[in-house]
């Protein structure tokens, strides 16, 4: 991020060369005098701008967009100036959101600002802002662009450092939605204290200690909402729902803990049925690290935990909360996108472990193996209905029907100073209904997929990559309409003219689908620049329905077909 | 110390803000009611009271017939008939509006009468009939006019299970009203029950057919009992599922805002019943004018 504070450099130079010659302590008062008043702050920001143009291709089941020309874009500006900042973000979705992003982002404004100055241990924030308490279970406002996901909060922050290792937070507010506001009001306070940095005697025996607790409450009128077992009546609401947590950091030598348990109050919701069962997360995660070895262990309980700022919402509009994916996040295009798993915040169980091990140099010889094992899978709560409002009981350690499941071995090596490949072995289990929400029918789908990538620098700064992935899966006979069926292959070739220029081609095929008409081909080619810190792309061909997640959050992204163009810049 | 006390007074304020609901979680109390909840004293000698209603039309030649059955009710049986004249949709001719004659262009038809009728079929039978407590005879709730004496001669004759008190309170100025209904069990009854209150209109003055009238229309004819509106939703607030017992009371309140260019105050009365769900049957039933 470069800063741009040109004139006041210049007035900064000019006044340092006049009043160099004069020694002073009058003129040396007025010296700093000046600079001071011609100190302007500075201005730094990014700016980011996707367009699409649309082609027909009903093959590919892509919706006809009579506009043909999409675009979204914004740009970030922050004003810093010592102690005071503020900053503003202008956002344009014209004349509609790229097919994938939720509609009603349709139009252009500046939906972000704010100003925020500190004093001493006291930061104040006016106007729009993100936040996270602890991991997020109970509050966590962020952006994550490419999901069109922003719930960042509209209101007023206090954060306090009383003393070193002592921080509280008070924030109060609305969600944003769209180009207004969400329904409920939020109140929110955290506080943390950090042992290891109030007694030094802690950090002398590598001892981290951080204890945490957090309260989040929203209110939201009342309205009439009928009881879904019996319309005529009306549900009694909780207008204030408030949530609390508390947390745990240790850390001695080379092993670290880190969990997490909030609690919920009674809230009825759309996407629980409004029932009025409380809710309940816990998280833990536990990890060892030495040279060469690191090893996490990671599990949570996810107990109707949907926690937004309007009973009525669903999706990802208004979320208030964060719950972690214990799920290795893939970066390979048939293992991250073709069966991606969607965080159930309202019900699941979830185990993760996760080692990574890079071979001794007197095994490895030149060049260490660095090998990832990974296993994650999670099921479903085990619950018995109730057959009233409250929904149901559960048996605490108790696994229901499995959700998802991961095993996978990941292996890095370089081979030569040219030359180094990168493999992928995954089996994935996946019950698509209950992950996406399309009733309890079982929709299990096991697969086995297969990475290779191979990079070859054949001249300094020029490298060719290639990419072969394959999904090997049955194919599922009674879903003959769906384009996501059956095996798959995949093959990418990339020429890189670092860190300048890039070129690919990629082609996905599902060769495996029962439907031969869907054995379709999406190929894609792209171009890239980069330049300082602005990176141009354009790319053209077919993308395939599916589902993006990132960190376990999701958004269905419908087929399409037509020329990107992408601009990313920073200044 | 200073910040200490702050911090616990601001944790104080937060935890404040929760709202614990508890089961059966649905709407007992006063929905939309600004008004405060007023006490109410149990009667000392509450009688059985019955709810009848009549589905009639403006443009049902016939139906004069069953109002005059009415009539004789209410003197017969005083303070124990609560009636209610229903206009469906589904009569079809019967209550459909005439736009172009200048008679019977009044429409009396209302949503909550349409439904009560698809419940319990009595358009589909022929009007005038009628629902006398919504007790089936054989099996059939829908009972004609010339049976109502009869069948309300017996169930008045059994001691009240239930009693209902009404306290209506309209608001001049914004043409609000606001009715608490108490309920008292003088019996343990099993089953589930739900409690029901609606706006009725007397003397409304309008167009009806009537066959045994010179010319057969009749231009000021008095329209009794008119249902208007919904209080409670359509089937009620839920009281109890399972079993009520002696002495246990329920005291609800509805509002609503007057449609001033079609219901007189002066003539309004706020009726309310209670009925077990399982078998649709009315338990009691009373009725509160709301201007005295």
């Known amino acids: 991020m470069k800063k741009i504070s040109l004139l006041a450099c210049f007035i900064f130079t000019l006044s340092s060369i006049v009043f160099s010659q004069n020694d002073s302590t009058d003129t040396k008062r007025k010296k700093d005098k000046k600079d001071k008043e011609f100190n302007w702050g500075s201005i730094h920001g990014n700016f980011g701008f996707d367009a699409q143009y649309y082609n027909n291709d009903s093959l590919i089941g892509a919706p006809n967009v009579p506009d043909k020309f999409r675009a979204n874009g914004f740009l970030n500006l922050v004003y810093t100036n010592g102690n005071f900042s503020a900053g503003l973000r202008y956002e344009m979705y014209l004349p509609k959101p790229l097919l994938g992003f939720d509609s009603r982002f349709e139009g252009q404004g500046v939906p972000f600002r704010y100003a925020s100055y500190r004093i001493g241990g006291l930061e104040v924030t006016a106007g729009s802002f993100y936040e996270q308490f602890g991991n997020g279970l109970i509050l966590r406002f962020y952006e994550e662009r490419a999901l069109g996901f922003d719930n960042f909060l509209d209101g007023f922050r206090a954060k306090y450092t009383p003393y070193k290792g002592i921080n509280l937070t008070g924030l109060v507010g609305k969600q944003r939605y769209f180009w207004g506001h969400g329904a409920a009001l939020i109140k929110g306070i955290d506080g943390e204290v950090n042992f290891s940095e109030i007694f030094s005697k802690l950090q002398d025996k590598k001892i981290k200690l951080i204890l945490g607790g957090s309260f989040v409450s929203k209110y939201q009128d009342d309205q009439e909402i009928p009881n879904p077992d019996n319309p005529s009546q009306l549900l009694k609401l909780p207008l204030n729902v408030g949530s609390w947590a508390g947390r745990l950091t240790f850390g001695i030598g080379r092993f670290q803990l880190n969990s997490e348990f909030a609690y919920k109050i009674n809230d009825p919701n759309r996407t629980n049925q409004y029932i009025y069962r409380p809710g309940s997360a816990f998280y833990l995660s536990a990890s060892y690290a030495q040279k060469g070895l690191g090893i996490t262990v990671q599990a949570k309980r996810v107990e109707n935990f949907d926690f937004r700022s309007d009973r009525n919402e669903t999706g990802n509009a208004l979320l208030m909360n964060f719950i972690p994916m214990l799920n290795k996040q893939h970066t390979y295009m048939l293992a991250a996108t073709v069966y991606p798993y969607a965080v159930q915040t309202n019900g699941e169980l979830g185990l993760q472990a996760d080692i990574n091990y890079t071979t001794p140099k007197w095994l490895a010889k030149k060049y260490p193996t660095q090998i990832n094992l990974n296993f994650s899978m999670v099921n479903a709560l085990d619950t018995n209905l109730t057959g009233d409002r409250y929904g149901y009981t559960t048996n605490v350690f108790g696994f229901g029907r499995r959700l998802y499941m991961d095993a996978n071995i990941e292996i890095s090596q370089k081979v030569s100073k040219s030359v180094k490949f990168n493999l992928m072995y995954m089996y994935m289990f996946i019950d698509r209904n209950l992950v996406q929400g399309f009733g309890y029918t079982p929709r299990e789908i096991h697969s086995h997929i297969v990475v290779a990538d191979v990079s070859y620098k054949f001249k300094p700064k020029h490298t060719l990559r290639f990419e072969f992935q394959t999904l090997q899966t049955k194919q599922e006979l009674d879903h003959l309409d769906d384009r996501v069926n059956g095996s798959w292959v995949m093959g990418l070739i990339e020429y890189t003219f670092a860190p300048y220029l890039f070129v690919s081609i990629m082609d996905q095929w599902n060769y495996g689908n029962p439907t031969e008409d869907y054995r379709i081909h999406y190929i894609t080619g792209t171009v890239g620049y980069n330049f300082k810190s602005t990176r141009i792309s354009l790319s053209y061909g077919r993308q395939r329905e599916g589902i993006v997640c990132i960190g376990g959050v999701c958004r269905q992204v419908p087929a399409s077909n037509g020329l990107t163009l992408s601009i990313m810049s920073s200044f | ?292």
């Open chain 2, 1 to 292: 110390m200073k910040k200490l006390i702050i911090a616990t007074f601001i944790s104080v304020i937060f935890m404040t803000s929760c709202d614990y609901v508890d089961a059966p979680y649905i709407q007992m109390g006063a929905n939309g009611c600004t008004i405060t909840e007023p006490t109410f004293t149990p009667r000392t000698n509450p009688v059985r009271k019955i709810l009848v209603e009549d589905m009639t039309g403006h443009r049902c030649g016939n139906c004069p017939r069953a109002a005059e059955k009415m009539l004789d009710l209410y003197s017969n049986y005083p303070g124990q008939i609560v009636g209610v004249s229903l206009h469906s949709e589904l009569s079809g001719y019967f209550t459909a509006p005439l736009a172009d004659t200048g008679k019977f262009s009044y429409d009396f038809r209302t949503a909550l009468a349409k439904a009560i009728d698809q419940k319990f079929g009595v358009s589909a039978v022929g009007l005038p009939n009628g629902l006398v407590n919504r007790k089936k005879v054989s099996g059939n709730p829908v009972i004609s006019h010339t049976q109502w004496a009869n069948e309300a001669s017996q169930i008045l004759a059994a001691p009240p299970d239930m009693d209902i008190q009404i306290k209506p309170f309209f608001n001049a100025s914004d043409s609000s009203l606001c009715a608490y209904v108490y309920v008292e069990c003088l019996n343990n009854l099993s089953g589930s029950f739900k409690l029901a209150c609606y706006l009725v209109e007397d003397e409304f003055i309008n167009w009806q057919k009537d066959y045994a009238y010179p010319g057969e229309n009749i231009q000021f004819y008095h329209h009794e009992h008119v249902l208007r509106a919904p209080l409670s939703t359509t089937w009620g607030t839920l009281l109890a599922d399972g079993q009520v017992n002696t002495g246990q009371t329920f005291v609800n309140g509805y509002s609503i805002t007057f449609d001033l260019a079609r219901w007189n105050p002066d003539h309004c009365k706020v009726i309310a019943f209670v009925y077990n769900e399982n078998t649709d049957e009315v338990i009691q039933a009373e009725e509160q004018k709301i201007i005295p």
